[in-house]
């Protein structure tokens, strides 16, 4: 089922929550259309609990942590999307594989982001060996194709954490609240096409935070809405490897093409 979901499945990595995670079916979403949704709301979307000012602070600092120092992540929703990333910001490198596996696809995407320039390979889309050259200034507003020049946590968990008012300590090292998708288009994979799907249930959407005994962010649950009266899987993410060190090194010319007209269009642009 390579059709536009799954292309930009892999290309913009956690959209596979969104559109195969959720129960994909046969019928292809035409180029540039929103797909047809019915949302319901997330369990406990509206905590009614008040802020913490304090929680809030804490749950912050360990995001802008990210940003200081290498790290691996790992994000699932299911048994359908697995990704593995390793990046380095103070750097500007990281490597990524997303391996989306549902309706009889077993598909695997790469991304390496070197010298500011970030490089895909897609089954389906790019030649056996290559790899293709996006123009990141191209992509469309929102779009997320995991590792991009700047802001290259797959989850972009900073911008994702500072649209929540509510967030709360539930124990030692634990934080939960809901997050407002609107104020952060692109983050985790859910797109403006997604956002604007899942109407006001985009936010409110609940989540779940941990950090280690050093403050750094360990673990981040989102729960989505369910889609067509189908639930989602849950998206999860873990943080592991703080400082080990990221090797991506820049293909050489040879390996090197240039990102087809198919590839902007398949992401909206």
Known sequence: MLD?????????????????????????????????????PSPGASSGAPADPAAAAALGDAAAKLGTTPFKVTVTSGPALTITSRVDAPGGVGTSNARYTAGGADITVEALLADQDLYVKVPGVTEAGKWVHVDVARLPEGANVGLVPGRIDPTNTAELLSSTTDVRSTGPGSYAGTLDLTKAAGVAGVDKVMIDGYGQAASAIPFRAGVDDQGRLSELTLDLPALNGRPVQPLEVLYTDYGTPVTAAKPTAAEIVEAPESLYKTLGG
């Open 4 to 40: 536009r979901r799954l292309t930009g499945t892999g290309l913009g990595l956690l959209t596979a929550v969104a559109f195969g995670v959720a129960g994909c079916s046969g019928d292809a979403t035409p180029p540039g259309a929103s797909p047809s949704v019915s949302v319901s």
